[in-house]
C-alpha cells in the first residue's frame, strides 16, 4: 500500500505516511498498556521522510497526541516516526506484527 492516512478521535489532527514500514511490532509495556487502556500497542515504524501531519499536536515523554481530544496517535522520533496502527483511518490487516518487545510483561 503506497500511503496511510490516520487521525484522531475528533479529527483535529491528521496524519500519512507513505511507503511500507521499516518494521512491525508489539509493545507490552506498562507505559503502552496504560496510556492505551489494552493489554499492548499494535506500532510500525516509518522513516521520518515518510511522514507529515496537519493540525496541532502536544508532546508528552516522545508521545504525541490531540490536544483537543487527547487520542494517542505516534512517536516522533528524529529519524522514525511510530505510529499506533489503531489510529489508522483504514485497518492495516495487511500488516501483522513482526516482533514483540517487552513480553516479560505480556499478559498471559
Known amino acids: 500500500m503506497g500511503i ?3 487521525s484522531c478521535l475528533c479529527g ?4 500519512r505516511v507513505e511507503g511500507e514500514p521499516l518494521r512491525t511490532g ?5 507505559d503502552c498498556r496504560k496510556s492505551s487502556g489494552s493489554a499492548f500497542v499494535f506500532f510500525a515504524v516509518w522513516p521520518r521522510q515518510a ?3 496537519s ?11 490531540c490536544p483537543v481530544c487527547g487520542g494517542r496517535l505516534f512517536c516522533l ?3 522514525e516516526v511510530e505510529p499506533r496502527l489503531g489510529s ?8 501483522a506484527p513482526g516482533y514483540e518487545v517487552w513480553i516479560k510483561r505480556r499478559e498471559p
Do not use: M, N, Q, W
Request: net charge neutral.
Open 51 to 53: 511522514f507529515s501531519h
Open 55 to 65: 493540525g496541532k499536536i502536544a508532546t508528552f515523554a516522545g508521545r504525541s497526541f
Open 4 to 6: 496511510r492516512i490516520g
Open 77 to 79: 522520533r528524529e529519524d
Open 26 to 30: 508489539l509493545c507490552h509495556c506498562a
Open 88 to 95: 489508522l483511518d483504514s485497518p492495516p490487516t495487511d500488516l
Open 12 to 15: 483535529a489532527v491528521a496524519y
